[in-house]
């Protein structure tokens, strides 16, 4: 096998605070030059050599997660208006098929699709696999109908960049319309159909100026409906399920601030302000009509950590508030949807997602249960006013995809579909369960498990281990079910989540103890995750991988460097390794709007001192035996630049790091490669290695 790529050293450097700090491979970010175009190109090329003894085994991993796949499947139709609205696959094709057929009058239950049979009526509206034809990479952002269903809005973006061109057809004559707009965020119709709000970037791809398209006329001539100036806030646009109004939506990390426009006005009046933004109050809006008075039911966290839900009159969102559901420590409140007749409130309590029925009238919750200890569930496509069911999708570690409506004149849970796993799989063959380890300030800090049941119990003989984590911007990792992962399963291996402090999962305490001065939690919090499954007889370390992705592959480098004996091996996806040099930088992408999360070490030199002590690229140690890391990436990721990882593999093997591959796809952003078939040949890539570390390749 030929030598691993040692990138030249061409030292710069930087210094804030006094502080100076030598960067011998910051060269590596001018991805516009042939030379590091040619490095990546050759870290590729080591990563194919070094791994190609692992190709029987990819192309194993990837049959047997073919296998299991329904290729040709049938989404549960949406109603919509007149139509059910659903998508389709079809075997060996990559991309979905967004189609419709006409719905009866007053009939809301979905009609049972079959796979592989014609549905009547259907009406393709798009194909993806059309749109995707010579090109490399695909991805589909927007995809909207007007609501008398005449026309179809879908935006594109065939670089993995996310900006995405928008289009328009017309579905009574097939005909696609001249109006085209580059460059664009979210989009979707006016209620009328006659125009495309949506919005667009600045330099620094934070989303800050919303935008009128009339059909039929020039883009140069847009009408500009909101601008935000302030570099920390991003912006958000969208129409209340009532159709009543245009929400316009701008927030930071730790602070809203909304928008109204009335849509029985005039669409391009000013948009009236709902709350005044204050610096590190959040909230939400959804607007009901009770006792035939327009309101708004706001979510909240003014003087209420984990939120509260208060009703106001649209009239007068100022005014005087009524409080639905009062703040409760340890409840935390996710998000409310309001329909005609009554409201849904999403909370977490006890680590668990909860979804609750809310009676407008007397405000009272009515929980719907399911019997599961470990599950997923949420409130998930319910576009009309009013109807009949409410829909969820509900999953967990052992149980499939599952869509349920519930019957709302009987309370009765209907099972509408549940991805179908082939090859006999059996929920009963596998268990589920939570674990606690205790960091080192006393905190419990939970671990989820799932395994297959003929391998023993966890505890009871050593065995091989997945540990994965995240652990940033409240964001969760609740039970949810991988195709993929059974082929790890099924060979012994026991996989984990460490459900560290800085995600949300114990509500929005969890997330304040692993963020900005309080960070080092979460990787702390992972390495006593790591610990404790060795310390309680399930696994060792030469038989413990860890994986984590963006900022989890800040994690990843984080622990790394803290605990580098506790793993075997590292797997980093799309890592957030050079968090300083990113976050010092304002003119990189999204930098400014981060600061919220992790502090500002530009202005603040407690923050800058704080951060430099753990972003994994600026605290690599030479001398010590470091795992076998992996680290994937992707050359058009607008997110977490391809140059952090990069930069990061460099520097470990600088420092004597003898096992580092490095993945760089080149025609794909953040999410990785586009295309089913590809995100299963990537997938089964990764797990290959992981095998390959835990002692499993065959």
Not at 30 to 52: C, G, K, M, P, Q
Not at 79 to 88: A, D, E, I, L, T
Not at 112 to 131: M, S, T, Y
Not at 473 to 484: N, W
Request: proline share 6%; hydrophobic share 40%.
């Amino acid at each position: 096998m030929t030598d691993a790529p040692i990138a030249a050293r061409r030292p710069t450097s930087r210094t804030h605070h006094g502080d100076t700090f030598e960067d011998p491979y910051e060269w590596l970010r001018d991805r516009d030059s042939a030379e590091v175009i040619t490095h990546l190109d050759a870290e590729n090329a080591f990563t194919d050599a070094a791994t190609a003894h692992l190709a029987p085994l990819r192309e194993r991993l990837f049959q047997e997660i073919k296998g299991r796949v329904q290729e040709t499947d049938l989404s549960v139709p949406t109603r919509r208006g007149g139509w059910w609205y659903y998508s389709r696959t079809e075997e060996g094709a990559q991309y979905g098929i967004h189609c419709r057929t006409a719905a009866a009058p007053d009939d809301w239950t979905p009609p049972v699709l079959e796979p592989g049979v014609a549905v009547p009526g259907e009406v393709v509206l798009l194909d993806g696999n059309v749109e995707a034809e010579d090109h490399e990479f695909f991805s589909l952002g927007a995809f909207d109908t007007s609501d008398d269903a005449t026309r179809l809005l879908w935006s594109t973006d065939f670089e993995g960049d996310e900006l995405y061109t928008v289009h328009v057809r017309d579905l009574t004559t097939g005909e696609t319309l001249p109006d085209e707009i580059p460059n664009t965020g979210s989009a979707f119709f006016t209620p009328d159909g006659s125009g495309v709000i949506y919005t667009t970037r600045d330099e620094a791809w934070r989303p800050d100026t919303l935008w009128l398209h009339r059909l039929g006329t020039d883009v140069a001539d847009d009408v500009q409906l909101f601008h935000e100036p302030d570099e920390k806030f991003w912006l958000g646009a969208g129409i209340t399920r009532s159709r009543r109004y245009l929400v316009i939506a701008v927030g930071s990390s730790i602070t809203s601030e909304e928008y109204l426009v009335d849509l029985e006005g005039d669409l391009t009046a000013e948009p009236r302000i709902v709350w005044p933004r204050r610096e590190g109050v959040e909230y939400s809006l959804e607007h009901a009509v009770v006792d035939g008075e327009d309101r708004l039911y706001i979510l909240h966290n003014q003087d209420a950590l984990d939120f509260e839900l208060v009703s106001v009159p649209a009239s007068d969102p100022q005014g005087e508030r009524r409080v639905v559901l009062p703040h409760t420590p340890g409840r935390r409140l996710l998000g409310m949807d309001a329909f005609r007749d009554f409201g849904t409130v999403e909370y977490r309590s006890e680590g668990l997602e909860r979804v609750a029925l809310l009676d407008y009238a007397s405000d009272a919750l009515e929980d719907i249960a399911f019997d599961e200890p470990l599950y997923s569930a949420g409130v998930s496509g319910n576009p009309e006013w009013h109807s009949p069911f409410l829909r969820l999708g509900y999953g967990s570690f052992v149980t499939p995809g599952t869509v349920y409506e519930l019957d709302l004149a009987t309370r009765e849970l209907v099972l509408r579909k549940q991805a179908v796993v082939l090859g006999g799989y059996s929920p009963a063959d596998y268990g589920q369960e939570r674990a606690w380890a205790t960091a080192s300030d006393g905190t419990r800090v939970p671990i989820s498990l799932v395994w297959k049941r003929s391998f023993g119990e966890p505890g009871t003989s050593v065995r091989p281990v997945h540990l994965y984590g995240y652990g940033s911007y409240e964001h969760s990792i609740d039970p949810g079910f991988s195709v993929a992962r059974l082929s790890e399963l099924d060979r012994g291996v026991i996989f984990a989540v460490a459900h560290v402090r800085g995600g949300g999962e114990m509500g929005r305490q969890w997330y304040e103890d692993g963020k900005l001065l309080s960070k080092r939690n979460t990787f702390t919090d992972f390495v006593a995750c790591a610990e404790h499954l060795v310390a309680s007889g399930v696994t060792s370390p030469d038989r413990l991988v860890a994986e984590g992705g963006s900022a989890g592959g800040l994690l990843m480098g984080a622990v790394a460097n803290l605990a580098p004996s506790s793993f075997a091996g590292i797997l980093a996806a799309v890592p957030f390794v050079d968090a300083l040099t990113t976050i010092l930088d304002p003119s990189l992408p999204l930098t400014v709007i981060e600061w919220d999360e992790w502090g500002d070490p530009l202005h603040d030199a407690d923050v800058y001192a704080y951060m430099k002590s753990y972003t994994p690229y600026e605290n690599i140690r030479s001398g010590i035996e470091y795992p076998r890391i992996l680290a994937v990436t992707s050359l058009n990721d607008s997110r977490v630049a391809y140059v952090e990882p990069a930069k990061w593999v460099a520097a470990l093997r600088e420092a004597g790091a003898s096992d580092v591959l490095l993945k760089c796809e080149m025609v794909a952003g953040h999410g990785g490669v586009s295309g089913r078939y590809n995100s299963w040949r990537e997938r089964a890539f990764e797990l290959a290695w992981i095998l390959d570390v835990l002692g499993l390749a065959e």
